[in-house]
């Protein structure tokens, strides 16, 4: 499943941003059936989960980013997004968008999130 991501690049310590990661040649019937999942690296650090959104709707987000970050999911469109408030330096990373089923997952390319303080 080809994944692009957008949004993201420098922002404040304290401010919000929204990424998006659309499946520009999914049809809708196979992009419903995908777990959708946001990662991110940091430099120096383990790709970790941020969030992700079920075929079925259900959501989860990482304690760490919990009450800042959320996640939703728009079929009609392919997408999934993820809204970060509050940002901390600490947020700062490539977040990748991956799209699994059946154990397969595919991965985007990668944007990068820059938070100055």
């Known amino acids: 499943l080809l994944l692009v991501e957008s949004g993201g690049g420098l922002v404040q310590a304290g401010g919000s941003t929204r990424l998006s990661c659309k499946a520009p040649r999914a049809i809708f019937s196979v992009f419903v059936g995908y777990t959708i999942e946001w990662y991110r690296q940091a430099p120096g650090k383990q790709r970790e989960l941020v969030a992700s959104t079920s075929s079925g709707g259900s959501t989860n987000v990482a304690d760490s980013v919990k009450g800042r970050f959320a996640i939703s999911r728009d079929n009609s469109n392919k997408r999934v997004h993820l809204q970060m408030n509050s940002l901390k330096s600490e947020d700062t990373a490539v977040y990748y968008c991956?799209?699994?089923?059946?154990?397969?997952?595919?991965w985007g390319q990668g944007t990068q999130v820059t938070v100055s303080s």
């Open positions: 991956a799209a699994e089923r059946g154990g397969v997952r595919s």
